[in-house]
């Protein structure tokens, strides 16, 4: 699954839209957002780690990552 689908997934649980989402993502960070810009950087990929923390901050999740799996390549 693509980070897309993902964060579509994550809003639908919380019943957010995308432009809810990219407001919230400008009031905490300050720095501006928008659906248009949003939908883009998941579109083709390029949302930043710090941008995905902020998201998954918002909707009330959380980012796990298993060093052991990696390193395993499973």
């Known amino acids: 699954m693509n ?3 993902e964060v579509k ?16 993502m400008t009031e905490i960070s300050g720095k501006k957002y928008s659906q248009s810009l949003l939908s883009h950087k998941l579109a083709k990929e390029s949302l930043r ?4 923390k902020l ?8 980012i796990y990552i298993d060093i052991d799996k990696i ?3 499973s």
């Open 3 to 5: 980070v897309r689908d």
């Open 9 to 24: 997934i994550m809003l639908g649980t919380k019943c957010m839209t995308l432009t809810e989402l990219a407001d919230k």
């Open 49 to 52: 780690y710090t941008e995905m």
């Open 55 to 62: 998201i998954c901050k918002i909707l009330g999740y959380k």
């Open 71 to 73: 390193r395993l390549g």
